[in-house]
C-alpha cells in the first residue's frame, strides 16, 4: 500500500501491528476482537504482535469502564499500545479541573460516569456543581484505570506508519504537532491528499466502511453507532483488514 509519493511503509521482519479504532464503550465489541487477536498472535508465536488501540475508549457507549478495566489486563501473547483520544483528555481534564466539565459532559461524558457507577441523581444534582461531581467521580475511578489513561501516548511511529486518533495538520512535521490537532484535528487532515512522510493510520471521525487512502487508513467505524469495530494488520509492506 503505497504512500501518494511511492514511499512504502514496511513493518520489520517478524512483526505484526494490529490497530483499532474508536470503542466508545463497546465492551462486547472490544472483547470479540480482543479475542481474535489473541487467537491469532497464539497461531503465530514465532512473531512479536503490536496492539495499537487508537483512542476514544470511552463515552457514548454503555461500559466505558468495563473497556477500561479489560485493557487494564493487557492482551496476550501483544504488546499494547494505546493512544490518546479527545475523549480521554476531556476526562482527564475535569478530573484535574472541575471547569472544564462541560465540554465532556455534553460530549458522552454522562455515559462514562453512569458506567462507573455514579448515581444519577447525584450526576443531575444541581447542588454539588462541577466540583462535587468532580469528587463523585474520583471517588469511583480506580486510581488504576486514572493512571492507565493518563499514561497513553498521543502518537505512536513504527514501520512507516504514523499512528494517531484523529490526524495531523499538514505542513507541520510530525515530532512539531501540536496535542490539539492530535486529538481533534478533522477537515484540515481529511482534505489533504499529498503525503505526510508516514501513512497516517487513525480514527476519530466515523466512516462507514475502512478508509483505505494513498497517505492515511481511517479506522472509525462507529461502534458505539451501531458499526463494527474495525481493525487492520500491518505486516511487511501489506496492509490489511482484520476480522
Request: proline residues 5%; aromatic residues 8%.
Amino acid at each position: 500500500m503505497k504512500t501518494a509519493d511511492g514511499f512504502d511503509p514496511s513493518i520489520p521482519d517478524g512483526i505484526c501491528v494490529i490497530a483499532f479504532g474508536d470503542v466508545h464503550g463497546c465492551l462486547d465489541k472490544l472483547q470479540a476482537l480482543l479475542e481474535r487477536i489473541e487467537a491469532h498472535a497464539a497461531a503465530f508465536p514465532q512473531q512479536h504482535h503490536i496492539v495499537v488501540s487508537l483512542g476514544n475508549l470511552i463515552d457514548r457507549g454503555p461500559d466505558s469502564a468495563g473497556v477500561v478495566e479489560r485493557l487494564t489486563k493487557g492482551v496476550h501473547g501483544c504488546e499494547l499500545v494505546v493512544l490518546r483520544g479527545d475523549h480521554e483528555q476531556m476526562l482527564l481534564d475535569f478530573a484535574h479541573d472541575a471547569d472544564a466539565a462541560e465540554p465532556w459532559l455534553c460530549n458522552g461524558g454522562f455515559d462514562t460516569l453512569l458506567s462507573y457507577g455514579l448515581d444519577l441523581n447525584a450526576i443531575t444534582d444541581q447542588k454539588g456543581g462541577p466540583r462535587g461531581l468532580q469528587r463523585a467521580l474520583l471517588e469511583k475511578l480506580p486510581r488504576e484505570h486514572l493512571g492507565f489513561l493518563s499514561a497513553t501516548r498521543l502518537s505512536f511511529d513504527f514501520g512507516g506508519y504514523f499512528f494517531v486518533h484523529a490526524g495531523v495538520r499538514p505542513g507541520v512535521a510530525l515530532d512539531d504537532q501540536a496535542q490539539h490537532d492530535l486529538l481533534s484535528i478533522r477537515e484540515d487532515f481529511l482534505q489533504w491528499r499529498k503525503p505526510f512522510g508516514r501513512k497516517i493510520v487513525h480514527g476519530h471521525t466515523p466512516v462507514k466502511v475502512p478508509a483505505l487512502n494513498a497517505n492515511r487508513i481511517n479506522l472509525d467505524t462507529g461502534a458505539c453507532f451501531g458499526g463494527p469495530l474495525s481493525a487492520i494488520l500491518m505486516q511487511g509492506t501489506e496492509a490489511t483488514l482484520f476480522g
